[in-house]
């Protein structure tokens, strides 16, 4: 990946902040080249697995920080937060899709929406991966190749199963259809946008804007406001083009990657239970939950910064390993909930109750810290529940990193506290 950031850099991209100006500056054939090269580049890369491990996942595009539920950079680059903490926490690899891949679906680029919507998909695309970077280097995360060579004889095999994935589509859209369309809503506002109400977790999709107004809901304008009815939802096909074939391509694909590995699918959408349920008949809402049910149940997590997680973790290696096999015992012990409250009250009632003991620990063995240190521990704390909020990881100071050096060392911890299965948690927590 490597030759990706080179690239950038050879058209002057080093920076998050410098995309959008760069970018909007090229002429749209310059802007068609930099994408293509983008998505060629990304396609000669090939994932390397530790194939013993079973800390290697598969992301979903919403969760990879794709156009779908919001193609708005700010939102795609929030979307990636809980997958880059998950990374870096957790996981071995996590394979993401290119999301460079639409250049070879992309549109003549026509009209002025079409080409704006162009130029914004590809500064959201580039700005993505330069926020993941950190991750994309240690190979944390990895970018699943859209293309592959492929003999004769497996060419008519894979065209024979592509064949039968539309019918497929259609069968599970003629099954779930009618009960989702009792459960989401879907709403024709002012705007002409098409509003979608999800009470459930079915679909991340919150609003549906047209570039061009489909014919087939011109004559419900004079109605709007409009709440389509359940026949009309099934008959315009909204479950199906909005709900369902977004989270059954994201599976595909998921499969397609993952052929000549074991990946655990990782998931924020309760849609692609369903399907996989109806596929083959498997319970695997336990996978999808564990974003859901282990970060979100560890809130000092939230808004850490990516580039700390990564360095706590190699500077306390021997201390994670504890921790990682702690979780897996947790794992194995919640194998067989089923829904995503109860992984979580397992997990807070395992993990929750460690985590306050090393805080006792702490506390109670100040004497190992000196005065200065103290007071670099409190401001660590401070620091880092700020920090990403309000100036962005990049502007931590550097008095902030020494605290990792100081922190690090073993004769400033109590034994007892390094020794917890869960001292790893505490660090996240503390700097």
């Given at each position: ?19 959008e ?27 390397v ?22 193609c ?39 009209s ?17 991966f ?15 190749p ?21 019918e ?38 919150e ?8 014919d ?19 008959e ?7 709900v ?20 655990h ?26 974003i ?14 990516i580039?700390k ?9 021997s ?12 794992i ?48 660590s704390?401070?620091?880092i ?10 502007l ?14 073993k ?5 007892e506290a ?12 503390h700097?």
């Open positions: 990946m490597q030759e990706f950031f080179d690239y950038l850099n050879k058209i002057g991209i080093k920076d998050p902040s410098e995309v100006r760069i970018i909007f500056k090229l002429p749209k054939n310059k802007c068609i080249d930099v994408s293509k090269n983008c998505c060629n580049i990304i396609n000669l890369n090939k994932p697995f530790d194939l013993t491990s079973v800390f290697n996942f598969s992301a979903n595009t919403s969760l990879s920080g794709g156009v779908i539920p919001c708005c950079v700010e939102c795609r680059v929030r979307n990636i937060y809980n997958l880059s903490a998950f990374a870096a926490l957790y996981s071995d690899t996590i394979l993401i899709p290119n999301l460079f891949d639409h250049y070879h679906h992309m549109s003549d680029l026509k002025k929406e079409q080409e704006f919507s162009f130029y914004n998909r590809l500064i959201g695309d580039i700005i993505v330069l926020n993941l970077k950190p991750l994309i280097e240690i190979g944390r995360i990895q970018i699943g859209t293309v592959s060579s492929i003999c004769k004889d497996c060419l008519s095999k894979a065209l024979e199963e592509e064949k039968g994935l539309d497929r589509l259609d069968l599970i859209d003629k099954d779930l259809c009618s009960d989702l369309s009792k459960e989401i809503k879907f709403i024709l506002d002012e705007k002409k946008a098409l509003v979608i109400q999800d009470n459930k977790g079915y679909t991340d999709v609003v549906f804007r047209f570039h061009t107004f489909p087939n809901l011109k004559r419900y304008i004079r109605k709007i406001p409009y709440v389509f009815n359940n026949k009309e939802i099934q315009l096909g909204f479950i199906k083009d909005i369902i074939r977004p989270a059954f391509y994201d599976l595909i694909m998921q499969k397609y990657s993952s052929r000549t590995c074991d990946l699918y990782l998931t924020n959408r309760k849609i692609d239970s369903k399907i996989i349920n109806h596929i083959n008949s498997e319970k695997s809402s336990y996978n999808n939950n564990i859901e049910g282990l970060v979100h149940s560890l809130p000092f997590l939230i808004g850490a910064d580039k997680i990564i360095k706590v973790r190699e500077e306390e290696g201390a994670f390993e504890v921790y990682r096999n702690s979780i897996k015992e947790v194995k012990e919640t194998e067989n909930l089923d829904d995503e409250k109860s992984f979580k009250k397992a997990i807070n009632d395992i993990v929750v109750p460690e985590i306050a003991k090393i805080e006792q620990i702490i506390d109670a063995n100040k004497k190992y810290f000196q005065s200065k240190m103290l007071s670099k521990v409190i401001f704390s401070i620091l529940a700020i920090g990403p909020n309000l100036m962005g990881s990049f931590v100071p550097f008095a902030a990193r020494d605290i990792f050096k100081d922190l690090s060392s004769l400033t911890i109590p034994i390094r020794n917890n299965s869960h001292y790893f948690l505490w660090k996240i927590k700097g």
